[in-house]
Nanobody
Framework: QVQLVESGGGLVQAGGSLRLSCAAS??????????MGWFRQAPGKAREFVAA????????YYADSVKGRFTISGDNTKNTVYLQVNSLKPEDTAIYTC??????????????????WGQGTQVTVSS
């Protein structure tokens, strides 16, 4: 089993930056290969894919709406995946949630591909 805990959200002005963290734990995590993904959900809207990376090591993928602004990365020694969010826009306001999936290689942008989810962290961008 894998437990995921996000942190790093907050209230920022448009153009600002945050670094979101997702700490993973559980005895299964270190012995398995995962795809780690970030999703977000704004009020009244469906959950959407933001970014994903193979764990440990591999290609990263981004939604078109965040390419060039967001960066996904990981620290294997800390079992933590990060999402650096730059040049934030009001439309980036959402609850950001990390996820881990063992079968998400080719379907990384779909929530159903992931097995474990964190509780989410709120990002609010004011204009």
């Amino acid at each position: 089993q894998v437990q995921l805990v996000e942190s790093g959200g907050g209230l920022v002005q448009a153009g600002g930056s945050l670094r979101l963290s997702c700490a993973a734990s559980g005895r299964t995590f270190s012995s398995s290969s995962y795809t780690m993904g970030w999703f977000r959900q704004a009020p009244g809207k469906a959950r959407e894919f933001v970014a994903a990376v193979s764990w440990p090591g591999g290609s990263s993928y981004y939604a078109d709406s965040v390419k060039g602004r967001f960066t996904i990365s990981g620290d294997n020694t800390k079992n933590t995946v990060y999402l650096q969010v730059n040049s934030l826009k009001p439309e980036d306001t959402a609850i950001y949630t990390c996820a881990a999936g063992v079968r998400a290689k080719l379907l990384f942008s779909f929530p159903i591909s992931y097995d474990y989810w964190g509780q989410g962290t709120q990002v609010t961008v004011s204009s």
